[in-house]
């Protein structure tokens, strides 16, 4: 895969005021992301399943609009910060599914040379700030990468997602006065798949919609249909703009729904078959295959050598992974301490 | 040489380093119009404008979590906790943001913050306010954590915590800010993981940080109107420990006395106490004695606060204890 999609990249605005319409290569490129996301969960899924992957492992599928939808009207220099359902979040930034899937095996070719693991994607170079474990950490972080975009005069904005299970946390609360009070160019994105864990929003959160929660500090809110991707940008571009010509902050409610369980850990047992069924019917890869049927701009046979060529990245980078050498020991004291290029003499070591 | 408060000097820390690097800035509760719940923050506002002093709401996680996504995004901040008991309401971000994030990402990002703020027992203001927290922070891989004693350590080393592009964890002491003291002219930087040997003496050691440093200063005079000279090593920053300073003090005297504010169990002490014994066991006279805060919440009433405190008296007495 390109370090950067080209066709989606062409469709990113910094000073426009309407979403500019979507050239047909750009759409196909939009359901080509969402199926290589797709792809290659599933590809994790198996590998976890056979013990190559350890520890927490998140899917997103189902929510491949989301990360998609909101990416795609970013510019590359934004910024973007989510929890620990992070692959999509880091592959639609552009980082290498080898890199990605190298991590969840705990290579030491993997985004963050292993140290982090599926819950803690990193790329500095693509803007992804992480990756985070703890639910609703990220959001002061994100703020904080918000307010530094406004303290350097960047024009810049920040993406910081979370999921319904994280607007309860006190964290989230207090960034989201800080950002209100100070102005800061930053918009919040709860991926409500209507469940944390094994609890659904009815008995977790009080005060419906979760976008009320805006209102308690005057800020914006928007929904958005997690499903349909057109929706998805058309409202998250809404917010951007408003970050970037006001540096005002958005909350911004995305309804979907995750086909798996909360992690692979989880068996899933608080929702029914049927319930899943369901949902599946409002697929966003499907609804957006049907929609590029409809404006002629794809057949079944594009669209499957496309499927091909994604399954066949994602497979790539399994086996990128398999062969890829684990990290030496000593890279253990590795990583911890940045190089104190202002004070020459100190140079802490980890070993003590 | 001019003479400073405690305060005093950390202000010019601060004001020279925001001088010096326009990525600096100082953020936190009252720090700006109020000009620091402490004044350590006083005439910042005026001298670099509410760009650069940034007074806070009451929410801890939030801005020192803020902080953190600053520093990664190439900020240097200086966040201000009012006290470090109010830090624990920032836990988290400190231990698995700012002391994490670096190596999670395998490298890729670092966190230059400071935290700051006033710690320390003494003042009667009861038990949620009175937290010596060093030990909680020096557990934590990758935190630097210092806690100077005089004002010349306190400017030098807040200078150095703001050059380091690691997170520092910088705990003040609440009764030392009317401290005064020599504080040498110019550009003055103190190196981070190094100790100071305050008084020499012969016949023991004491190890000691913030404001046990005093207390063991105040009883060495005394102790030595009895004949005891006492050699007193002020650590100055906790983490990375200066094993080498109390390594060249123990061989000479032989005799280890460890005076921390921290509460007993797994407070600063204990750590030094087991590198001590560890490798020095060949040297010692006398197993390594540790005086403490006693194990207990702090309580108001001033009598109580003073006998759980490392006070003068009991220092002297395990002194002796231990030269007995």
Same mark, same amino acid.
């Given at each position: 895969?390109?370090?950067?999609?080209?066709?989606?990249?062409?469709?990113?605005?910094?000073?426009?005021?309407?979403?500019?319409?979507?050239?047909?290569?750009?759409?196909?490129?939009?359901?080509?992301?969402?199926?290589?996301?797709?792809?290659?969960?599933?590809?994790?899924?198996?590998?976890?399943?056979?013990?190559?992957?350890?520890?927490?492992?998140?899917?997103?599928?189902?929510?491949?609009?989301?990360?998609?939808?909101?990416?795609?009207?970013?510019?590359?220099?934004?910024?973007?910060?989510?929890?620990?359902?992070?692959?999509?979040?880091?592959?639609?930034?552009?980082?290498?599914?080898?890199?990605?899937?190298?991590?969840?095996?705990?290579?030491?070719?993997?985004?963050?040379?292993?140290?982090? *693991?599926?819950?803690?994607?990193?790329?500095?170079?693509?803007?992804?700030?992480?990756?985070?474990?703890?639910?609703? *950490?990220?959001?002061?972080?994100?703020?904080?990468?918000?307010?530094?975009?406004?303290?350097? *005069?960047?024009?810049?904005?920040?993406?910081?997602?979370?999921?319904?299970?994280?607007?309860?946390?006190?964290?989230?609360?207090?960034?989201?006065?800080?950002?209100?009070?100070?102005?800061?160019?930053?918009?919040?994105?709860?991926?409500?798949?209507?469940?944390?864990?094994?609890?659904?929003?009815?008995?977790?959160?009080?005060?419906?919609?979760?976008?009320?929660?805006? *209102?308690?500090?005057?800020?914006?809110?928007?929904?958005?249909?997690?499903?349909?991707?057109?929706?998805?940008?058309?409202?998250?571009?809404?917010?951007?703009?408003?970050?970037?010509?006001?540096?005002?902050?958005?909350?911004?409610?995305?309804?979907?729904?995750?086909?798996?369980?909360?992690?692979?850990?989880?068996?899933?047992?608080?929702?029914?078959?049927?319930?899943?069924?369901?949902?599946?019917?409002?697929?966003?890869?499907?609804?957006?295959?049907?929609?590029?049927?409809?404006?002629?701009?794809?057949?079944?046979?594009?669209?499957?050598?496309?499927?091909?060529?994604?399954?066949?990245?994602?497979?790539?980078?399994?086996?990128?992974?398999?062969?890829?050498?684990?990290?030496?020991?000593?890279?253990?004291?590795?990583?911890?301490?940045?190089?104190?290029?202002?004070?020459?003499?100190?140079?802490?070591?980890?070993?003590? | 040489?001019? =003479?400073?408060?405690?305060?005093?000097?950390?202000?010019?820390?601060?004001?020279?380093?925001?001088?010096?690097?326009?990525? #600096?800035?100082?953020? /936190?509760?009252?720090?700006?119009?109020?000009?620091?719940?402490?004044? #350590?923050?006083?005439?910042?506002?005026?001298?670099?404008? $509410?760009?650069? #002093?940034?007074? =806070?709401?009451?929410?801890?996680?939030?801005?020192?979590?803020?902080?953190?996504?600053?520093?990664?995004?190439?900020?240097?901040?200086?966040?201000?906790?009012?006290?470090?008991?109010?830090?624990?309401?920032?836990?988290?971000?400190?231990?698995?943001?700012?002391?994490?994030?670096?190596?999670?990402?395998?490298?890729?990002?670092?966190? $230059?913050?400071?935290?700051?703020?006033?710690?320390?027992?003494?003042?009667?203001? /009861?038990?949620?306010? %009175?937290?010596?927290?060093?030990?909680?922070?020096?557990?934590?891989?990758?935190?630097?954590?210092?806690?100077?004693?005089?004002?010349?350590?306190?400017?030098?080393?807040?200078? %150095? !915590?703001?050059?380091?592009?690691?997170?520092?964890?910088?705990?003040?002491?609440?009764?030392?800010?009317?401290?005064?003291?020599?504080?040498?002219?110019?550009?003055?930087?103190?190196?981070?993981?190094?100790?100071?040997?305050?008084?020499?003496?012969?016949?023991?050691?004491?190890?000691?940080?913030?404001?046990?440093?005093?207390?063991?200063?105040?009883?060495?005079?005394?102790?030595? !109107?009895?004949?005891?000279?006492?050699?007193?090593?002020?650590?100055? =920053?906790?983490?990375?420990?200066?094993?080498?300073?109390?390594?060249?003090?123990?061989?000479? =005297?032989?005799?280890?006395?460890?005076?921390?504010?921290?509460?007993?169990?797994?407070?600063? /002490?204990?750590?030094?106490?087991?590198?001590?014994?560890?490798?020095?066991?060949?040297?010692?006279?006398?197993? #390594?004695?540790?005086?403490? %805060?006693?194990?207990?919440?702090?309580?108001?009433? /001033?009598?109580?606060?003073?006998?759980?405190?490392?006070?003068?008296?009991?220092?002297?007495?395990?002194?002796?204890?231990?030269?007995?």
């Amino acid at each position: 895969m390109p370090a950067a999609d080209p066709a989606v990249k062409s469709s990113k605005t910094s000073t426009s005021s309407r979403l500019p319409d979507l050239t047909p290569q750009q759409k196909i490129a939009l359901y080509r992301q969402m199926l290589l996301i797709r792809r290659f969960e599933e590809k994790s899924k198996q590998a976890f399943t056979q013990g190559k992957i350890k520890g927490f492992c998140h899917l997103y599928n189902g929510q491949e609009a989301v990360a998609v939808g909101t990416n795609s009207v970013l510019n590359e220099d934004d910024a973007m910060i989510t929890a620990y359902r992070d692959h999509a979040h880091a592959l639609v930034r552009g980082v290498d599914p080898n890199a990605c899937m190298a991590e969840l095996f705990g290579k030491i070719t993997g985004c963050s040379r292993g140290k982090g *693991g599926s819950m803690h994607f990193f790329d500095v170079k693509k803007h992804f700030y992480g990756g985070h474990g703890i639910v609703g *950490g990220q959001i002061p972080l994100g703020t904080g990468l918000a307010f530094a975009q406004k303290y350097l *005069g960047t024009g810049r904005v920040t993406l910081a997602y979370m999921g319904d299970g994280a607007i309860n946390q006190g964290a989230v609360h207090e960034a989201m006065n800080l950002a209100a009070l100070w102005k800061l160019p930053i918009v919040y994105i709860i991926e409500n798949n209507e469940y944390s864990m094994g609890t659904t929003i009815a008995r977790s959160s009080a005060g419906d919609p979760l976008t009320k929660r805006a *209102g308690a500090f005057d800020m914006a809110a928007i929904q958005a249909n997690g499903m349909d991707i057109d929706d998805v940008r058309a409202k998250t571009f809404e917010a951007v703009s408003l970050a970037r010509t006001e540096s005002l902050p958005t909350l911004m409610e995305i309804r979907t729904y995750r086909y798996f369980g909360h992690s692979m850990s989880d068996p899933g047992n608080y929702r029914s078959k049927e319930e899943i069924e369901a949902r599946r019917r409002s697929d966003p890869i499907e609804l957006y295959k049907v929609r590029l049927f409809e404006q002629k701009l794809a057949t079944e046979e594009s669209l499957n050598a496309i499927d091909e060529e994604v399954s066949a990245i994602a497979q790539a980078s399994y086996d990128f992974a398999e062969q890829s050498p684990e990290p030496e020991l000593e890279t253990v004291f590795e990583d911890i301490f940045a190089p104190e290029d202002q004070i020459a003499e100190f140079r802490p070591d980890p070993r003590g | 040489m001019p =003479t400073l408060t405690y305060r005093e000097a950390l202000n010019q820390a601060l004001s020279e380093e925001m001088e010096r690097d326009e990525r #600096v800035f100082l953020m /936190g509760e009252e720090v700006a119009e109020y000009d620091g719940a402490y004044k #350590v923050s006083q005439g910042l506002l005026k001298k670099f404008g $509410p760009k650069r #002093v940034i007074d =806070t709401p009451i929410s801890e996680t939030g801005f020192a979590g803020l902080g953190i996504g600053a520093a990664m995004y190439g900020l240097r901040p200086v966040v201000e906790f009012m006290t470090w008991s109010f830090s624990l309401v920032a836990y988290d971000q400190i231990v698995n943001n700012a002391a994490q994030v670096r190596y999670m990402s395998g490298g890729q990002f670092s966190v $230059p913050i400071v935290f700051r703020g006033s710690s320390g027992g003494g003042l009667q203001v /009861g038990a949620t306010h %009175s937290h010596t927290p060093e030990n909680w922070y020096a557990n934590v891989p990758a935190l630097t954590v210092i806690t100077p004693a005089f004002p010349d350590d306190a400017k030098g080393l807040l200078k %150095s !915590a703001i050059r380091s592009n690691n997170p520092v964890c910088f705990l003040e002491n609440e009764k030392l800010y009317g401290y005064k003291d020599e504080v040498p002219e110019g550009e003055h930087l103190v190196e981070i993981g190094k100790a100071r040997v305050r008084r020499e003496g012969n016949d023991l050691t004491i190890v000691s940080n913030s404001g046990s440093t005093h207390r063991a200063l105040n009883a060495a005079k005394q102790l030595e !109107a009895e004949g005891i000279s006492v050699e007193i090593i002020d650590l100055r =920053t906790i983490k990375p420990l200066d094993f080498a300073t109390i390594a060249a003090s123990v061989t000479k =005297t032989n005799r280890l006395l460890i005076v921390e504010e921290n509460k007993p169990f797994a407070g600063w /002490g204990a750590q030094v106490a087991y590198q001590v014994q560890r490798e020095l066991f060949d040297d010692l006279d006398a197993p #390594v004695h540790r005086l403490t %805060s006693l194990d207990v919440p702090q309580p108001y009433n /001033g009598r109580l606060e003073q006998a759980v405190l490392p006070n003068e008296e009991r220092v002297i007495a395990a002194v002796k204890e231990v030269l007995t």
